[in-house]
């Protein structure tokens, strides 16, 4: 088990309002938050690992920059060809015993990470993911997708597609604050990107994203550049810290750290829910998260 040290992140701007009534009104129930999947892709490059960060316009508790992603919905619990890991064995690695929640999780993880980037963890077999998936035929299945005129498990049955389950790796469970008003309940997923297949923007949706050197991102972590390359009013004159929420840049932190995809890949994950809690320092609000510490070069096991 690894030792948990107290960290602590700036509140969102976005945050601040609903914090300062959670204090003012006392505690109340949280909100019930939506179940949410979430994908961090993943490559390597010579100057190290990369993922895809993408920005999420309106006030989304993913972050303004995040990780594809968003709530599962009804129709991911549609039958649908399903190829590696049966939901039972994803149950056990969440450390849930509802197998249904499982199975959608990871259904909505991989539609998410289509809808939002066009890669598409699919094949007619276990050998076999589909390719070429930047076609205007393709970009008309993600925004139909997208807009909910067709379902997700329809697009694959339709083509003789399944899910190809074992390209996904779990990695952590992560929960909104209790004083949000709008709570999510995030699995995270990672994966990298099939043969042939290259991420691209929603076209009718689709504002900013890009691959990210890891090592940079955190390196230039104090400084602006990320939110000005951004260009959004929202984002310009931003720290790292204030335009992604902690679960993210903890993520990143570990990323950074680990020798390529398959290092990162290989760490062994036990099932937690991390959660960040509302805390005040000299008269600042903030977010305080227990979290492993990262060693850069070290093996580690993540809790």
């Not at 329809?154 to 190809?164: E, I």
């Not at 790292?240 to 679960?247: E, M, R």
């Not at 990143?252 to 809690?277: D, V």
Request: aromatic letters at 8%; one cysteine or more.
């Amino acid at each position: 088990m690894p030792h948990l040290a107290r960290r602590l992140f700036v509140l969102p701007p976005d945050l601040e309002g609903a914090a300062r009534s959670w204090l003012e009104h006392g505690e109340r129930t949280p909100r019930a938050p939506r179940y949410a999947s979430s994908v961090v892709l993943l490559r390597d490059s010579p100057t190290g690992l990369e993922t895809w960060l993408g920005y999420r316009p309106g006030s989304s508790p993913l972050g303004v920059l995040a990780f594809p992603g968003g709530s599962l919905e009804a129709t991911d619990d549609d039958a649908v060809g399903w190829l590696g890991p049966a939901p039972q064995y994803w149950a056990e690695k969440m450390g849930t015993s509802d197998v249904g929640l499982a199975r959608r999780h990871v259904v909505g993880a991989i539609r998410e990470l289509f809808e939002e980037t066009g890669i598409l963890l699919a094949g007619p077999d276990l050998s076999t993911t589909v390719e070429g998936t930047s076609t205007a035929e393709w970009m008309r299945a993600r925004e139909a997708v997208a807009d909910q005129e067709k379902s997700f498990t329809d697009v694959l049955a339709k083509r003789g597609l399944s899910l190809r389950t074992d390209l996904l790796k779990p990695l952590v469970n992560w929960l909104s604050p209790d004083f949000s008003h709008r709570r999510f309940n995030t699995r995270y997923f990672a994966a990298t990107v099939p043969m042939n297949q290259q991420p691209s923007l929603l076209a009718s949706k689709g504002i900013w994203g890009r691959w990210v050197c890891v090592r940079k991102v955190i390196a230039e972590r104090d400084t602006t550049a990320l939110g000005d390359e951004v260009g959004q009013p929202n984002t310009v004159g931003l720290k790292l810290g204030q335009l992604l929420v902690p679960g993210s840049e903890i993520m990143l932190e570990k990323m950074a750290a680990a020798n390529g995809c398959i290092a990162y890949l290989s760490y062994k994950r036990t099932a937690h829910a991390y959660q960040p809690t509302l805390v005040e320092e000299d008269g600042q609000l903030m977010l305080e998260v227990e979290a492993a510490k990262t060693v850069a070069g070290e093996p580690q096991r993540e809790r």
